[in-house]
């Protein structure tokens, strides 16, 4: 079965500090993965995803995602965070049988000035 | 604005009241889904429909009714409904339910819903 994990319930960085995010997954096949994230009291929104081609993927808002087949892992990175970055992410992989995404538990990014 | 609007945003309702969510999509998509979102859990996929069809329901009690009239508009009826439903209710669409084009979903904002 298709599923993605995020180790981590909360990750702590001061603002200027590189961030990262862990996601890892489980798939058959190549995998179709996103990251989405979530401000308070609102809906997700799409940062990037990985389809095919470079390993290294950019998104929205200076965020880029790093796809390691070998590790099975697509982490989320920014080399300097904000604190207008503090917020809830989540990691989605596509189920390769009926298409629909599939959603790791979220992972809160609290950066502090 | 995503595409996807979400009506009310905060919704206060009593055990015995009937009410219902709206999620309204001008993207073109035909495929559409409500997530439940409580407070620090992971998002559960409740249903999802393909073309005004129902093609998921995922274990979810009968006091929560979908309906799709069209392509465009979901909705989710709520009768009877039990303190532990308060939640934040999440709709999403994509341009086909199997999503070839890898599209991926695009989220309303919620209804923040509370149970007393």
């Known amino acids: 079965a298709q599923s993605v994990a995020q180790p981590e319930d909360q990750v702590n960085v001061a603002e200027g500090n590189p961030l990262t995010v862990k996601c890892t997954y489980s798939?058959?096949?190549?995998?179709?993965l996103f990251w989405y994230v979530q401000y308070p009291n609102r809906g997700l929104q799409f940062l990037l995803k990985?389809?095919?081609?470079?390993?290294l993927v950019k998104g929205s808002y200076g965020f880029e995602a790093e796809f390691n087949k070998s590790q099975t892992s697509f982490h989320l990175k920014k080399p300097s965070a904000l604190v207008s970055d503090s917020a809830l992410y989540f990691c989605?992989?596509?189920?390769?049988?009926?298409?629909?995404?599939?959603f790791g538990q979220g992972t809160e990014l609290s950066v502090k000035p | 604005e995503t595409g996807v609007t979400q009506t009310p945003r905060h919704l206060v309702m009593g055990m015995t009241n009937k009410k219902s969510l709206k999620c309204e999509q001008h993207?073109?998509?035909?495929?559409m889904y409500w997530y439940k979102q409580s407070a620090k859990k992971p998002l559960e996929l409740m249903f999802v429909?393909?073309?005004?069809?129902?093609?998921e329901n995922n274990s979810v009690p009968s006091r929560f009714s979908p309906e799709c009239p069209n392509s465009s508009h979901l909705f989710l009826h709520l009768h009877t409904l039990q303190p532990e439903d308060s939640a934040l209710y999440l709709c999403?669409?994509?341009?086909?339910?199997?999503?070839?084009?890898?599209?991926?979903?695009?989220f309303g904002s919620g209804t923040r819903l509370t149970v007393v």
């Open positions: 989605a992989v596509r189920d390769m049988r009926g298409g629909k995404l599939i």
């Open positions: 993207l073109g998509h035909n495929a």
């Open positions: 798939v058959s096949g190549n995998p179709y």
């Open positions: 999403a669409s994509s341009p086909s339910y199997l999503d070839r084009s890898n599209y991926g979903y695009t």
């Open positions: 429909y393909s073309l005004e069809e129902r093609v």
């Open positions: 990985y389809i095919t081609g470079d390993n």
